[in-house]
């Protein structure tokens, strides 16, 4: 080699180690990976004048990715853009396939460009020599190629060019793998692949700045699975898990590109929904998601169980301007709408906040109540539809509060739900009701509601037990009565507490019936001791036909399967005698007694040496006279 050729050689390994130097210094500095290969581009072009630069990136999936070619426009590299990688796929696709350098000296006639020769031969584009570019561990992710604009192959120099970039381009590729990997980790939900709060963090201010430019609005939905607690707590954590993964993958469905979706903790989701111009867009965003939602879920061993979604509603730009202000206004129409007692979807609105402010508050206070004695038991007598006789009392739960007095049981027993009370509560009123059974005539019965949150609870069978033994009461005096909305995950837990207690002696009545989501399956579902009609039933009877054959349904439903039916809420002799005339066996209701504290009914529990000589059916038609308007509420 002679000395001019030596020293072109030299200079040319300067200048790769300059490059090179140059781009590991990017690299090191966070530069963006398609960045850094417009550079390396750029620079290999210095180099390789009559070359044209182009670095691919190959996902996980084995897809092409188009990172930089700076002298190719834009829709060229568009096309081939999430093509996956195979033999015939041009000099790149192939190279990365094949994991050895493609040499095509003839786009037009090589069968492998056959696909895409038409858009390089427009731009001029006559060869292309493509070569893999590998991981430290021999993977191939991309491709380094140069196209000629002769047919042609390349030289020695341009190979010595290649061979250096191929080395830099994997160590580049390699470092954005990895602090993607790290990225990823960080702005992750692990367990359902959406995105966390550190995402939503980053994406807002972008979907944000978006919408402002175009004058649209952004929605915020807080989505919120209903009853999630007590499935995961009775199911296991295992398809608790899989119930989320469920849920996230049918609002991923339902999610456009341009929406950001963030599992926020538990079973808490927002979604981020951007290009919708009108509220109505929003609104249809939020019917649709609470269907996909509410359909039935697969889970472990062929359990199928019914989600149920409420969500809350703030919007961009008249609820606020940032992601907090719109996050906590979300929330603040999230617990109106789980304050309904109903899955629905709310907007957002100033007055809530008032609400939200009170709801706190009183949830504060009745985790308290017990402890300061602000909770009392009434008693409300049940009795037999044909007699008259006093058969037994359903204890009630009042609450006095100190500042604002009667509190109805409708408002603080949810509240009681919500911050955890619930369960010490239910002991109170369980423990109170016996104690005074305890004192009656053996032949008078006590029944006794229970929560969701009770019955779900592992240990509420032994509390029962427990309270029995404590108190000596006959456990065939006890009935422990529940709504259907115990069934709605089917869970077997809470079907494991029930036949513990009826194993124990204890009677079950399924409360409300008819209001639920499948009375008929839930009559399957467990051998009910007793069936109660919903008062709005009885309270319509006599003058709605079809509150009447609702009732006539329920009864005979219950003659057929053998079991006593006791209608609530019977406030009027024509009540009565319908009731009667279709053979309702027992009756509750202002009719009969309201409910009052059980010094009240003295006569009825007191032993039987100091009861008054009144029967049961007297005092019952005195009671009837006291009636005041409306029912009680249970």
Same mark, same amino acid.
């Given at each position: 080699m002679s000395s001019r050729k030596r020293s072109e050689s030299r200079k040319v390994d300067e200048r790769l180690r300059d490059l090179q130097q140059d781009v590991l210094v990017a690299v090191a500095s966070g530069a963006p990976l398609p960045s850094v290969m417009a550079l390396l581009c750029k620079r290999a072009e210095t180099l390789a004048k009559d070359a044209v630069c182009s670095i691919i990136r190959v996902d996980a999936a084995g897809c092409l990715r188009p990172l930089a070619g700076p002298s190719l426009p834009q829709e060229y590299t568009d096309k081939i853009d999430g093509v996956a990688i195979g033999p015939m796929i041009g000099s790149c696709g192939s190279a990365a396939f094949l994991g050895e350098p493609v040499e095509v000296t003839n786009v037009k006639t090589d069968p492998r460009w056959r696909d895409y020769k038409d858009a390089a031969l427009a731009l001029g584009l006559k060869a292309c020599w493509s070569s893999p570019i590998k991981s430290h561990d021999?993977?191939?992710?991309?491709?380094?190629?140069?196209?000629?604009?002769?047919?042609?192959?390349?030289?020695?120099?341009?190979? =010595?060019?290649?061979? @250096?970039?191929?080395?830099?381009?994997?160590?580049?590729?390699?470092?954005?793998?990895?602090?993607?990997?790290?990225?990823?980790?960080?702005?992750?939900?692990?367990?359902?692949?959406?995105?966390?709060? &550190?995402y939503l963090a980053e994406a807002f201010p972008e979907i944000l700045a978006r919408a402002k430019e175009r004058q649209e609005p952004v929605a915020v939905l807080f989505v919120d699975i209903d009853g999630f607690r007590m499935l995961n707590e009775a199911q296991g954590h295992k398809n608790g898990d899989l119930l989320l993964r469920s849920v996230a993958d049918r609002i991923r469905k339902l999610a456009k590109s341009q929406d950001a979706i963030a599992r926020l903790g538990s079973d808490e989701f927002l979604i981020v929904c951007a290009g919708r111009k009108h509220r109505a867009e929003i609104e249809a965003v939020a019917i649709e998601l609470s269907a &996909?939602?509410?359909?039935?879920?697969? !889970?472990? @061993?062929?359990?199928?169980?019914?989600?149920?979604?409420?969500?809350?509603?703030?919007?961009?730009?008249?609820?606020?301007?940032?992601?907090? @202000?719109?996050?906590?206004? $979300?929330?603040?129409?999230?617990?109106?709408?789980? /304050?309904?007692?109903?899955?629905?979807? $709310?907007?957002?609105?100033?007055?809530?906040?008032?609400?939200?402010?009170?709801?706190?508050? +009183?949830?504060?206070?009745?985790?308290?109540?017990?402890?300061?004695?602000?909770?009392?038991?009434?008693?409300?007598?049940?009795?037999?539809?044909?007699?008259?006789a006093i058969q037994g009392f359903e204890a009630l739960l009042r609450w006095q509060h100190p500042i604002h007095g009667f509190v109805s049981p409708m408002i603080f027993i949810p509240a009681a739900e919500a911050c955890g009370a619930i369960e010490d509560i239910g002991a109170f009123v369980l423990r109170e009701a016996l104690a005074q059974a305890a004192k009656w005539p053996r032949h008078l019965r006590v029944a006794v509601n229970a929560s969701s949150a009770q019955i779900i609870c592992p240990s509420f069978a032994k509390l029962v037990e427990d309270a029995l033994a404590a108190t000596g009461v006959d456990p065939r005096r006890?009935?422990?009565?529940?709504?259907?909305?115990?069934?709605?995950?089917?869970?077997?837990? &809470?079907?494991?507490?029930?036949r513990r207690l009826k194993e124990i002696g204890v009677s079950v009545a399924i409360d409300d019936f008819g209001t639920g989501y499948s009375s008929l399956s839930t009559l399957r579902s467990f051998p009910f001791d007793r069936i109660k009609i919903d008062r709005s039933f009885v309270f319509d009877m006599v003058t709605n036909g079809d509150a009447a /054959?609702?009732?006539?349904?329920?009864?005979?439903?219950?003659?057929?399967?053998? =079991?006593?039916?006791?209608?609530?809420?019977?406030?009027?002799?024509?009540? +009565?005698?319908?009731?009667?005339?279709?053979?309702?066996?027992?009756?509750?209701?202002?009719?009969?007694?309201?409910?009052?504290?059980?010094?009240?009914? $003295?006569? !009825?529990?007191?032993?039987?040496?100091?009861?008054?000589?009144?029967?049961?059916?007297? =005092?019952?038609?005195? !009671?009837?006279?006291? &009636?005041?308007?409306?029912?009680?509420?249970?």
């Open positions: 021999g993977r191939v992710v991309g491709t380094f190629a140069f196209y000629f604009k002769t047919a042609r192959r390349a030289s020695k120099l341009e190979k =010595r060019i290649v061979e @250096s970039c191929t080395h830099v381009c994997s160590l580049a590729i390699e470092h954005w793998e990895a602090h993607d990997h790290i990225r990823k980790l960080a702005f992750t939900d692990p367990l359902t692949g959406l995105g966390n709060r &550190a &996909a939602l509410a359909g039935r879920h697969a !889970l472990e @061993s062929g359990l199928e169980v019914k989600a149920v979604a409420s969500i809350g509603i703030a919007c961009y730009p008249e609820n606020g301007d940032d992601l907090q @202000s719109l996050l906590g206004h $979300a929330d603040t129409a999230l617990r109106r709408v789980k /304050a309904s007692g109903r899955a629905d979807y $709310a907007f957002y609105t100033a007055h809530m906040d008032a609400e939200k402010l009170a709801q706190r508050a +009183l949830e504060r206070d009745v985790s308290t109540a017990a402890m300061t004695g602000q909770l009392s038991v009434v008693y409300q007598p049940q009795a037999d539809a044909a007699t008259g006890l009935e422990i009565e529940v709504t259907e909305s115990l069934f709605i995950y089917e869970t077997d837990a &809470a079907l494991a507490t029930l /054959a609702i009732v006539t349904s329920i009864l005979g439903l219950g003659r057929a399967l053998g =079991r006593p039916v006791v209608a609530e809420g019977v406030e009027t002799e024509e009540q +009565l005698e319908q009731l009667r005339s279709q053979g309702c066996s027992h009756v509750q209701g202002y009719l009969i007694g309201k409910p009052l504290p059980i010094e009240s009914y $003295a006569d !009825l529990v007191a032993p039987k040496t100091k009861r008054r000589a009144a029967s049961a059916t007297k =005092r019952a038609g005195a !009671l009837k006279g006291s &009636a005041a308007a409306g029912p009680a509420v249970a």
